[in-house]
């Protein structure tokens, strides 16, 4: 019998100072069972960090080609599309061609990890990922946050300056968010 996802439920205050975004989310997050928590709570933290109207979660890894996270326009065109974790050049380059209205963002687990992406792509000549946004989350705030296995959370969520500040179950966590350029 096939293992089934693990849904999660949160309840986040996002407080996006630079945007000036005030937003009380509310939403639900399914794991896939081959999924590690740290790539959930990267989507996440994209999610909190790229927060716009009609920001939706992609299928997940049932669908490898299809975003982690994408908003649609009234049209059902995306106008964003976002990855997590490790992304493919190859795959972020086409993605950035094929959606060319779009903003294409990748969000890393670590700037160690968003490096060896950079350097990837250069050593391919994959040019075109410019018109990407890149950047890399923390990866000692990535690791506490995913020792918070709990089906509910609830969060208050802080982005100021490229830096996140998460008051969860009465812990402070905090750690930047180191962009990249291609």
């Given at each position: 019998?096939?293992?089934?996802?693990?849904?999660?439920?949160?309840?986040?205050?996002?407080?996006?100072?630079?945007?000036?975004?005030?937003?009380?989310?509310?939403?639900?997050?399914?794991?896939?069972?081959?999924?590690?928590?740290?790539?959930?709570?990267?989507?996440?933290?994209?999610?909190?960090?790229?927060?716009?109207?009609?920001?939706?979660?992609?299928?997940?890894?049932?669908?490898?080609?299809?975003?982690?996270?994408q908003t649609l326009d009234y049209t059902n065109v995306i106008t964003?599309?976002?990855?997590?974790?490790?992304?493919?050049p190859a795959k972020i380059q086409r993605m950035v061609d094929q959606?060319?209205?779009?903003?294409?963002?990748?969000?890393?687990?670590?700037?160690?990890?968003?490096?060896?992406?950079?350097?990837?792509?250069?050593?391919?000549?994959?040019?075109?990922?410019?018109?990407?946004?890149?950047?890399?989350?923390?990866?000692?705030?990535?690791?506490?946050?995913?020792?918070?296995?709990?089906?509910?959370?609830?969060?208050?969520?802080?982005?100021?300056?490229?830096?996140?500040?998460?008051?969860?179950?009465g812990m402070t966590l905090d750690g930047p968010l180191v962009r990249?350029?291609?």
């Amino acid at each position: 019998m096939a293992l089934t996802a693990v849904l999660y439920d949160f309840q986040i205050a996002l407080s996006n100072v630079d945007r000036s975004v005030e937003q009380q989310l509310s939403f639900k997050l399914a794991r896939h069972p081959s999924e590690l928590m740290e790539r959930s709570w990267l989507k996440v933290l994209a999610y909190c960090w790229l927060w716009e109207e009609r920001l939706l979660f992609g299928p997940g890894l049932s669908d490898p080609d299809a975003p982690d996270l994408q908003t649609l326009d009234y049209t059902n065109v995306i106008t964003r599309w976002v990855r997590v974790g490790k992304g493919d050049p190859a795959k972020i380059q086409r993605m950035v061609d094929q959606n060319a209205n779009a903003k294409v963002n990748v969000l890393f687990e670590s700037a160690e990890r968003q490096e060896a992406f950079f350097e990837e792509a250069r050593a391919a000549k994959l040019n075109r990922l410019v018109k990407a946004e890149f950047a890399a989350i923390d990866a000692g705030l990535l690791r506490e946050l995913s020792a918070l296995d709990e089906r509910r959370h609830k969060l208050t969520v802080t982005l100021t300056g490229d830096h996140f500040y998460i008051d969860a179950n009465g812990m402070t966590l905090d750690g930047p968010l180191v962009r990249g350029s291609f």
